[in-house]
T-cell receptor, first 113, second 116 residues
């Protein structure tokens, strides 16, 4: 069965510092991978997705993620964090028909001034 | 193009009452998913529906919970005889079909159910 692990429950970074959020997945076939962001009291917004092709994908708000098949990872990065990036981030993996998408438990990002 | 709409945004029910949560997918989307998010936890898949069909309900509790997506109108998640443990945020998502494949899911703002 597919699963997603986000090893870091909570991360704190200083504004302007770089960010990397980890995501490891388990999936028996070619995965479709996603990163979503959730602000307090809000729904989830899609940051970026990987279906195929270039393993480095660009998303909104300056985020990018790299798919590494050998490591079963899809880590999210941002070179310089802004205070407005404070939120909960979810990694998700889905399959061919997307009806079996599973989410990680999330990583809460706190940004220090 | 309006996004995924959910109502109500907040719902308070007493133990034993019924809760009905509604979800209108984005225009052109024919697939709907329901998730539950408990405090300090991630999203747990509940059910996946197409119009008039339940495709996968493997995440749905066997009792008291049901879901439908009729030909006309919104998708409904129904919880009968609610208990305090049902208190959570319930999110609906929809996805388009492109070339026969379902792609990324777009989420609604959620319904926060509180059972007193």
């Amino acid at each position: 069965a597919q699963s997603v692990t986000q090893p870091d429950i909570h991360i704190t970074v200083s504004e302007g510092a770089s960010l990397e959020l980890r995501c490891n997945y388990s999936y028996g076939a070619t995965p479709y991978l996603f990163w979503y962001v959730q602000s307090p009291g809000q729904g989830l917004q899609l940051l970026l997705k990987y279906f195929s092709g270039d393993t480095l994908v660009q998303g909104i708000k300056g985020f990018e993620a790299e798919f590494k098949r050998s490591q079963s990872s899809f880590n999210l990065r941002k070179p310089s964090v802004h205070w407005s990036d404070a939120a909960e981030y979810f990694c998700a993996v889905g399959g061919y028909n997307n009806n079996d998408m599973r989410f990680g438990a999330g990583t809460r990002l706190t940004v220090k001034p | 193009n309006a996004g995924v709409m959910q109502n109500p945004r907040h719902l308070v029910r007493r133990r034993g009452q019924e809760a009905r949560l509604r979800c209108s997918p984005m225009k052109g989307h024919s697939h709907v998913y329901w998730y539950r998010q408990l405090p300090e936890e991630g999203l747990k898949f509940m059910v996946y529906l197409q119009k008039e069909n339940i495709i996968d309900e493997s995440g749905m509790p066997k009792e008291r919970f049901s879901a439908e997506f009729p030909k006309e109108g919104p998708s409904i998640l129904r919880i009968q005889q609610v208990v305090r443990g049902d208190s959570a945020a319930y999110f609906c998502a929809s996805s388009p079909i492109v070339g026969g494949l379902a792609y990324e899911q777009y989420f609604g703002p959620g319904t926060r159910l509180t059972v007193t």
